[in-house]
């Protein structure tokens, strides 16, 4: 059965439904969910699911050992990111090749790298008066909001959203997508 590590930094809508969906799976199983953030919402989502929570320590993750002997006690197969912030070191990428994945709420090469998240996202978005916007999944490498694209799905731009309603539209096509495409992944990998 693989095992899933859920990284997180925020309220953690895609972490919850990324659970919901694979809650009862009769093959994948969510492991862990590691936070960044003290008080961060992922924290309550994983305790409600019953699911173990860690704190990432910051020395630890970028200047130790990135917490993969603590992923590979686990029996971590696959890390998704869901929000979360921190950029990924080598070190962890080299230990997980092809197993890290992320979803960025535009459609990478556009409105990515650092810096570019959230509502700085849309709200560049806007300005440039795109007609459409949505999320990418990919692979983690070693540069922001750069590896190899997995997904895309797009949603159109209206003349009156505003980056709040676009926001609405990219998360609904996050909680959508996102599990479905990790699941697909694993069956592909196992």
């Known amino acids: 059965m693989p095992n899933i590590a859920i990284f997180a930094s925020g309220a953690g809508s895609n972490a919850r439904e990324i659970i919901r969906y694979f809650h009862q799976h009769p093959t994948i199983k ?69 197993k890290i994945i992320n979803i960025h709420p535009a459609l990478l090469p556009a409105y990515g790298g650092k810096g570019m998240y959230g509502e700085k996202i849309h709200e560049s978005v806007l300005l440039n008066n795109d007609k459409q916007s949505g999320i990418t999944v990919h692979y983690v490498d070693e540069l922001y909001d750069h590896g190899q694209v997995i997904f895309q799905k797009t949603c159109d731009i209206e003349d009156t959203d505003t980056p709040d309603s676009l926001a609405e539209k990219v998360h609904q096509l996050e909680h959508r997508h996102y599990p479905r495409i990790i699941e697909e992944l694993l069956q592909k990998m196992f």
């Open 30 to 98: 969510i492991s862990l969910v590691a936070c960044n953030k003290a008080g961060a919402g992922v924290i309550d989502v994983a305790a409600s699911a019953g699911i173990p929570c860690f704190m990432i320590n910051k020395d630890e993750f970028f200047k130790g050992d990135a917490c993969v002997p603590f992923l590979k006690q686990h029996n971590i197969d696959l890390v998704v990111l869901a929000g979360f912030l921190w950029k990924i070191p080598l070190s962890l990428i080299e230990a997980f090749p092809h």
